[in-house]
Each structure stands twice: as C-alpha cells, then as structure tokens.
C-alpha cells in the first residue's frame, strides 16, 4: 500500500498516478537496480506500507534538523520503516527544491520530483549515494528507473496553483 500525503499547500498532483510510479518501480526493481540479474527472489523495498510525502522547504529542513541533527537544506529524506509492524519506510520529498532546481537548470519540474521520489524509493531498496562510487550507482539507477517511466509516460503531473 501506498500513502501519499502532499503537505505544500499550492502543490497539485494526482496520487493514483504517483502510487502507480511505486508499482511500476516495484514490477521492474530487477532491471533498475542490477540490470541483466534474474528478477527470481528480489524484494528490494521492504514490504509493508510506504509513505511518500511532499512538503514545503522548510517543513523538509525541520524533518533534517529533528531526525538528522542536519541543519542543511536538502530534497528527500527517506526513513526505513519496521517490515515487521507492516512499514516499508516514508520518503519525504521537498516540491519548492524540486521546482527551484528545475527552473535554474532548465528542466521539467514534474520529472525533478518523480526522480526524488525514485531517489527516496532506491534508498529504500538499499542503495546509498555518501560515497562516490555508490553514488555513481545510484545515479545510472535513477536514469534507468526515469527512461522507464519515460517509455510507459508514466511520470506524473505536478502543479503548482497560485
């Protein structure tokens, strides 16, 4: 099960649309995290229910301070969940960075916060970007995982209104 909770007030998005990039992440979890491995056995996020979020800057920077100790800016934060009670983990992505980012770098605004939800959703699944290899790693899995969603036009539309 997916939840969604959109905590930006003028962010407008289609949950069954983001819930459906969830399933098809899952459903081709072999080809993006460990292209040309038989998919037999591979449960890469936990089972359980995930929780995406999408909130303001300042809403994600108080999550980073509280749970981090980080005071920094940042645009996903992913907490694991306990399998074990039923919880696959929460991915909280910041739509006001996503739409920043975008903007400055002339690329599609709903793209840029698709690939933080793939980004949170590869964290789940066990990868880490703190080194420069994994990050390599992680960064030719979100391009995958995107190209896919690309292929099947299954990135969702985000708004702002107002």
Not at 12 to 39: F, S
Not at 78 to 92: D, K, M, S
Not at 107 to 116: A, K, P, V
Request: hydrophobic residues 45%.
């Amino acid at each position: 099960m997916v939840r969604i909770h959109n905590g930006h007030l003028h962010l407008r998005l289609d949950r069954r649309a983001v819930t459906a990039v969830i399933h098809q992440l899952d459903a081709h979890a072999a080809e993006i995290l460990h292209p040309g491995t038989p998919a037999a056995g591979l449960h890469p996020v936990p089972p359980g229910e995930l929780s995406i979020a999408f909130l303001t800057d300042s809403a994600l920077a108080r999550l980073h301070a509280s749970f981090l100790d980080d005071l920094s800016p940042t645009d996903v934060i992913t907490f694991a969940g306990t399998p074990a009670f039923g919880q696959a983990g929460e991915i909280c992505v910041s739509a006001d960075t996503a739409r920043a980012f975008a903007a400055g770098h002339r690329r599609d605004f709903s793209e840029e916060l698709t690939l933080y939800v793939v980004h949170g959703w590869l964290h789940l699944a066990g990868h880490d970007d703190r080194q420069p290899a994994s990050k390599k790693r992680m960064r030719a899995a979100e391009a995958r995982a995107l190209a896919l969603l690309r292929a099947r036009q299954m990135v969702p539309q985000f708004a702002f209104a107002g």
